[in-house]
């Protein structure tokens, strides 16, 4: 049987920087607030300013007072949208970094999540020290915490029952006279713990010590 090859490790960018896809959407969001924000302050600025250049131009002023108010444009276009070019990607990007102390958890969640759908109940979340909610993770840890030795136990105690159903059963048997009834229920619920411990061996629970 061909050996399960080795899972590739995302790049260092995708661990250290984009991480979640909640990121992107932030970004986008982001960068549509900075945009119209700027548009905003600019326009505030810059354009008021040169409406009475706008209105020389729409005027039949000399020719020299309508270059000069040209010229004005020709600078507010120079300085505006250059600024816009390079701040709305900034901001994104900005955006991206901001988040990931978030998108770095929530990654970490739904990796436990899967583990958990697949019956481990041995892992424990471990977040980075920058990163937030350390407090869900833990309150999630302590559940994990409460639940792992309550499966251990389960599992523990089921294998004494069906280890005394067993030995019952064959002391039953050797017996010349035996209750065929009894020993029905008892087959059915060495059966039924059987069954027990078929489901427990779904989950994967820490070693001992």
Known sequence: MEAPSP???PPLWKRQFYVHKIQRTYAIWFGLFMFFSALLVFGLAFLVPFIPPALKLASSLPLAERATAANQF???AQTIWPALVVLIPASAVFS???THRLAGPLFRFEQAARELIR???ALRIRLRKGDDLHELAGLLNEVLETVEPAFQE???NEA?????????MDEMRKQP???REVLKHLERALKGSERIDETLK???LSKPS
């Open 202 to 204: 779904r989950f994967q």
């Open 160 to 168: 004494h029952v069906r280890e005394a159903l067993s030995w019952i």
């Open 154 to 156: 389960i599992r523990e």
């Open 96 to 98: 991206i970094y901001l």
């Open 7 to 9: 899972k590739k490790r």
């Open 177 to 179: 006279s035996v209750n």
């Open 119 to 121: 019956g481990n109940l």
């Open 74 to 76: 020709l600078v507010l």
